[in-house]
């Protein structure tokens, strides 16, 4: 994303009030795409100003509940459902979406620390850090379920318990995501078990998010 882009995706989120969701929730990654199509500068504008207005409505809607791009590019949105075909029919409303501008991603999401929270019309902008876990291409799911786990206690014993926001995995054994305050080198998650044993892999962003989309006081 380009610097308005980022700026118009920090402010163009929601307009609801904050309450917490009982899900189900399904994580949307917009991974950059290496291959997207060189367009000229006015058609890339076009595109994402109707990406941030099909984010403004689903997010009116009640399909999204939660946003936020990542530092570098590419980003997450958190659905209200657990279907992908679902998920996909709101999806291809989006035009930055049917214009390949991402690699997608869709992933039912089961919380486990933090939930996904909808937010306050005056709702402030935060950073935290972005850690995920997914699975190594020689890994078997039940590995990687039980490495998923094994979270719980990598967690008490290695991070301060208030700098975990939020943690959760995803369904069918495709690992696992923790949100921490503040920064985190990747090295700490390096050490972890199931990464040095390559049934996992783990990659640490920087993610722009409106404070409380994950309950987070």
């Known amino acids: ?21 009982s899900g189900p929730f399904l994580f949307v990654f917009l991974n950059s795409n290496p291959n997207k199509a060189e367009l000229p500068k006015e058609q890339v504008d076009t595109i994402m100003a109707g990406h941030m207005a099909n984010i403004t409505r689903l997010a009116e809607e009640g399909k999204l509940l939660a946003a936020g791009p990542f530092h570098g590019g590419g980003g997450i949105f958190v659905l209200s459902t657990d279907s992908r075909d679902s998920a996909w029919a709101w999806l291809n409303t989006d035009p930055g979406i049917r214009a390949n501008r991402w690699i997608i ?16 019309e005056d709702f402030e902008m935060t950073s935290y850090s972005f850690v995920r876990y997914s699975p190594t291409q020689s890994s078997r799911k039940a ?11 990598y967690i008490n014993s290695t991070l301060p318990k208030d ?29 972890e078990p199931a990464v040095q044993n390559e049934v996992l892999n783990v990659l640490v962003k920087k993610i722009w998010i409106a404070r409380g989309s994950f309950c987070e006081r």
Request: charged share 15%; glycine share 6%.
């Open 1 to 21: 994303m380009n610097r308005i882009t980022k700026l118009s995706f920090l402010f163009v989120l929601f307009s609801l009030s904050a309450w917490a969701q």
């Open 143 to 153: 590995s990687v379920v039980q490495a998923s786990r094994q979270h719980f206690e």
């Open 163 to 191: 700098s975990v926001v939020a943690e959760g995995i995803f369904s069918e054994g495709n690992g696992s995501i923790l949100v921490l305050r503040g920064e985190w080198d990747e090295s700490v998650f390096l050490k």
């Open 105 to 120: 991603e869709l992933l039912p999401y089961i919380p486990r620390i933090g939930s996904i929270c909808t937010v306050a």
